[in-house]
């Protein structure tokens, strides 16, 4: 009998932070992540939340779904705004306010934020050896991780990256997800 529940575990399906699917492997949750060109020339990266695993097939088809969240960078690829959309409305932030360095000469690749539950979480980059991003609560609670895939495992139709999201974190994924996809921009743009 299992005494754990199962992580949601988000495969990566190009590595790509601008443009992938996060498919749980036990087809649980399902995210697609797309560029969109403003007219402003900024670039905003588009996060779905779809009801099904990725194909090429839903990939061929018109898409007219709505994003649980846009991420819009200005054109020189620094930090513009984030918005989810909530039941009550959208909620605009400043990203430089939404993803905050933990400390003043900290690193740029080490933020802290607040999710919908009120609570800070923060993202660190390779903090834990064989996790590449980690993320936890301020008291130290593993919350969610992004690994890469070994360099002697062979992947098929996937990058072999994964996001793992712990069970009961998994009503934040949207948040987890948008505030992960900035902080690798922020490493992409050396923010």
């Known amino acids: 009998m299992l005494q754990n529940p199962l992580p949601y575990v988000l495969e990566d399906r190009t590595g790509a932070h601008t443009a992938s699917d996060f498919d749980d492997i036990y087809d649980r949750l399902f995210f697609h992540v797309a560029t969109a060109p403003q007219r402003s020339g900024s670039s905003a990266i588009m996060i779905y939340s779809m ?23 200005l054109p020189d690829g620094s930090l513009g705004t984030v918005s989810f959309r909530r039941p009550a409305g959208t909620l ?17 690749l080490s933020r802290k934020f607040m999710c919908s539950d009120g609570r800070e979480y923060k993202w660190a ?3 834990v050896e064989g996790q590449e991003w980690t993320c936890t609560t301020a008291d130290n609670y593993l919350v969610a991780h992004y690994d890469l895939k070994p360099a002697d495992v062979r992947a098929y139709g996937v990058s072999g990256n994964t996001l793992t999201i712990y069970e009961a974190f998994e009503r934040l994924t949207p948040e ?6 900035i902080m690798r921009h922020i490493q992409q743009y050396n923010l």
Request: proline share 6%; hydrophobic share 35%; net charge positive.
């Open 176 to 181: 987890l997800l948008a505030s992960f996809i």
């Open 92 to 108: 605009t932030l400043p990203m430089v306010r939404y993803l905050r360095k933990k400390s003043l000469f900290g690193s740029s």
């Open 51 to 73: 009801t099904r695993r990725a194909s090429r097939h839903r990939s061929s088809q018109p898409f007219n779904h709505t994003p649980v969240a846009v991420l819009e960078f």
């Open 125 to 127: 980059h390779r903090s």
